[in-house]
């Protein structure tokens, strides 16, 4: 037995159908509604992009597929097209991995006053060696000793 829809009007004048309230439910989530669909979209790109051997529009010639090897591209399995597909696109830069092109610059740091995290407390280790060089640090502070720091870059 099939329930019939009740629709109706209200006295103002607005409708009760299951689509009018769809409709109003609708018009005042428009943005999640949107946010839903652009979501999709970029999902099924990527989906699709994978599948094809494109990615952004510019052919990549390496194709997604199973473990068992059911799609095109993959000679011996998975591992296989994996490795194969990879290999042809990548480009090391041979320079970029030369010992020369790594600087090591080494600077001395001075003993200096440090503000310690919420809650901690320097030690007692610490109190003694600053009443010893007559300091007066605050709670909440410590003193960092002499130190060298080595900062690498890469040319």
């Not at 669909?37 to 790109?45: I, N, Q, R």
């Not at 006053?113 to 901690?120: A, C, D, P, Q, S």
């Amino acid at each position: 037995m099939r329930e019939k829809i009740i629709t109706g009007t209200r006295d103002d004048g607005e409708k009760t159908g299951p689509m009018a309230k769809a409709r109003r439910w609708a018009g005042g989530h428009k943005t999640m509604l949107v946010c839903i669909g652009v979501g999709a979209l970029t999902a099924f790109a990527a989906i699709a992009s994978c599948r094809t051997g494109h990615a952004g529009g510019v052919k990549t010639g390496y194709l997604a597929g199973f473990p068992d090897g059911r799609t095109e591209g993959y000679a011996k399995g998975h591992d296989a097209g994996y490795a194969d597909g990879l290999a042809d696109g990548m480009e090391i830069d041979a320079d970029a991995m030369k010992p020369e092109t790594i600087v090591k610059n080494t600077f001395p740091v001075a003993s200096h006053v440090r503000r310690l995290h919420e809650g901690w407390r320097r030690s007692p280790a610490k109190d003694a060696q600053i009443a010893a060089l007559g300091k007066d640090i605050p709670e909440g502070y410590t003193l960092v000793d002499d130190q060298t720091r080595t900062r690498v870059t890469v040319r």
